[in-house]
């Protein structure tokens, strides 16, 4: 069954303090995998598409990467307005257009 | 300027009452989607139109219905409202089923 998986739930650093978010997946075969940043209140908001293992993508202090299992979202020196929930979705071939998400990693900066 | 843009945004309501909701996006985009967030923030494909022509009908009761007027709305109606179908409705765009999506802000909707 394709399924995808993002780990931690939850994570708190400092302002500053780089860390990187998980998303594991499991499909038939990768199309692409979507990042989205959700802020209280508003719809998701489309960050990074990556199509291949090795594929690296950068947007200020985000660098999201795909291996053939995983997918990561390095946050760089964070800052507050980094807080949010993001979340990761896969496309599988043959998915019937289908995205599959994780539920996401609420991400807290404090200055 | 609203990209993808749904009314009403907070829907409260008794059970067993009808209700819409509308979505509407400027984008030109071909694809638009309704989708479901539960408590746990998962989001769940429930419709998905290209053209005006339903390509993802997910297993949702048949209480809800969209209906696609124009390549621009995609709307959705659902019948005999429950206690369960409490959630947030999002409304998404895209320019291909294969492309990121554009979101709208989601309607909260609370069945009483």
């Known amino acids: 069954e394709d399924q995808v998986t993002q780990s931690p739930e939850a994570l708190r650093l400092q302002e500053g303090e780089s860390s990187s978010l998980n998303c594991s997946y499991t499909?038939?075969?990768?199309?692409?995998l979507f990042w989205y940043r959700q802020d209280p209140g508003k719809g998701p908001e489309f960050l990074f598409t990556?199509?291949?293992?090795?594929e690296e993508k950068e947007k200020e202090r985000l660098k999201a990467t795909l291996t053939k299992k995983e997918s990561f979202l390095h946050i760089t020196a964070p800052k507050p307005e980094d807080s949010a929930t993001y979340l990761c979705?896969?496309?599988?071939?043959?998915?019937?257009?289908?995205?599959?998400w994780g539920a996401g990693t609420k991400l807290i900066i404090k200055p | 300027d609203t990209a993808v843009s749904q009314t009403p945004k907070y829907l409260v309501t008794q059970m067993g009452n009808d209700k819409s909701i509308k979505c509407e996006q400027n984008?030109?985009?071909?694809?638009m989607y309704w989708y479901k967030q539960d408590s746990k923030k998962f989001l769940k494909i429930m419709f998905s139109?290209?053209?005006?022509?339903?390509?993802i009908n997910e297993t949702v009761p048949n209480r809800f219905s969209p209906k696609s007027p124009d390549k621009a709305h995609l709307n959705l109606h659902i019948n005999s409202l429950e206690l369960g179908d409490s959630a947030v409705y999002f409304c998404?765009?895209?320019?291909?089923?294969?492309?990121?999506?554009?979101f709208g802000n989601g309607t909260r909707l609370t069945v009483t």
């Open positions: 979705a896969v496309q599988a071939s043959g998915s019937n257009y289908q995205l599959i």
């Open positions: 499909v038939s075969g990768l199309r692409g």
């Open positions: 990556l199509y291949s293992a090795g």
């Open positions: 984008l030109g985009h071909d694809t």
């Open positions: 139109y290209n053209n005006k022509e339903l390509i």
């Open positions: 998404a765009s895209s320019q291909g089923p294969f492309s990121p999506l554009h």
